[in-house]
């Protein structure tokens, strides 16, 4: 028998946060949590609260009956429950949350880490520092950079730009300037969330060719596939998206015209689609990379052979080290998942969570 309970947090940033196209001041962080024989299994998304009401209300009583070894079963069994709810949105965001803690569940209850219950591809995973929010001023986004790339080695950096929606380009031509200048050789990405036009996206980039920038996420919505298309097609940098992909048929429809396939195992369906949706971007030619909730891609990304690295973004990383023990820290720019504690190897510290609670 499966047990699943659910609570929220939600957690004040550190700073003002917002990139291109939206701004926020705090975090929620969903955890699901599923029992079986006396043990019990974590995961979570970054989802609002009502996701906690949908485990408890909707997905609990279809998994009571599963084989908590039998995480497909459960995953399609939660799947059907959701088809009138939305699949893509806040159930797919409970699901995520609710398979993620299964795979946790079934490597605790073997005892095995839950990177040897997948499978290692690799040892280690790749990192990138992510954050350099509009909101911030150039003194901030500067010691940011700078801890990631010349205290913790970390050799790859993501800034926001496309601030308002596109309207103030210069100021995000200079953030991308300051940016290159405090990380020296270190690799430079931009993430514009949607906020430019198709060919102010080609400007934009053009007009940055001598900072070298690698990666630019979003430069145009990503509902716009033909427009990721053809600024991939214009630009050097490698175009990514994905991080709204919420089933396979999504993944399939972007692989085409995207660089590099973005995936998010706390939206996606968790560790059971996340493995799927990285062998549609392997039959597609593309690499894969873990969008945000870094502890929470860890094993999974390194069972996943065409992974190219995750994002260690600030917002996430910090409530992750504050609510979780033995979160790690990505010096060099490389994270290994734990191999020496049972399930994701890391414990809920709900008393200091208390003080978050939302649900
Ligand atoms: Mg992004």
Redesign the pocket.
């Known amino acids: 028998m499966v047990t699943l309970t659910a609570t929220a947090y939600t957690i004040p940033t550190d700073a003002p946060e917002g990139d291109g196209t939206l701004a926020w001041s705090s975090t929620t962080l969903v955890l699901a949590e599923a029992s079986a024989d006396g043990v019990t299994g974590i995961g979570w998304t970054y989802a609002p609260a009502v996701a906690a009401q949908i485990i408890t209300g909707m997905l609990a009583d279809v998994v009571t009956d599963a084989d908590p070894d039998d995480v497909p079963a459960a995953w399609l069994a939660m799947q059907r429950r959701i088809r009138n709810a939305g699949r893509p949105g806040v159930a797919g965001m409970a699901l995520s949350a609710v398979d993620n803690a299964l795979w946790d569940l079934k490597a605790r209850r073997h005892g095995l880490p839950l990177a040897r219950l997948l499978g290692g591809a690799r040892a280690v995973v790749e990192v990138y520092g992510s954050g350099g929010f509009t909101t911030y001023d150039a003194d901030r986004q500067h010691a940011q950079l700078a801890g990631w790339v010349h205290e913790q080695g970390i050799p790859r950096v993501k800034i926001k730009i496309g601030e308002s929606w596109g309207a103030d380009t210069g100021r995000d031509l200079a953030r991308m300037a300051a940016a290159r200048k405090t990380i020296g050789d270190a690799e430079l990405y931009v993430?514009a969330?949607g906020g430019y036009a198709r060919k102010q996206a080609i400007r934009v980039m053009r007009t940055a060719a001598d900072l070298d920038v690698r990666w630019f996420?979003?430069p145009v919505s990503s509902d716009d596939l033909a427009g990721l298309g053809q600024v991939r097609d214009a630009v050097r940098p490698d175009v990514a998206a994905g991080?709204y992909g919420y089933d396979l048929v999504y993944f399939a429809r972007m692989a085409p015209h995207v660089d590099c396939l973005q995936i998010d195992v706390t939206r996606c369906g968790g560790i059971t689609e996340f493995q799927r949706a990285a062998a549609v971007a392997a039959a597609h030619g593309l690499e894969v990379s873990g969008?945000c909730a870094p502890h929470q891609h860890l094993a999974v990304a390194a069972a996943t052979p065409n992974m190219r690295h995750l994002e260690w973004f600030h917002d996430h990383a910090r409530i992750e080290t504050m609510l979780f023990a033995d979160a790690a820290t990505p010096i060099g720019g490389r994270v290994t998942p734990h191999r020496d504690a049972p399930g994701n190897g890391y414990a809920f510290r709900r008393a200091d969570a208390e003080k978050w609670r939302v649900q």
Request: aromatic share 0%; glycine share 0%.
């Open positions: 993430d969330n996420e979003e991080e969008h």
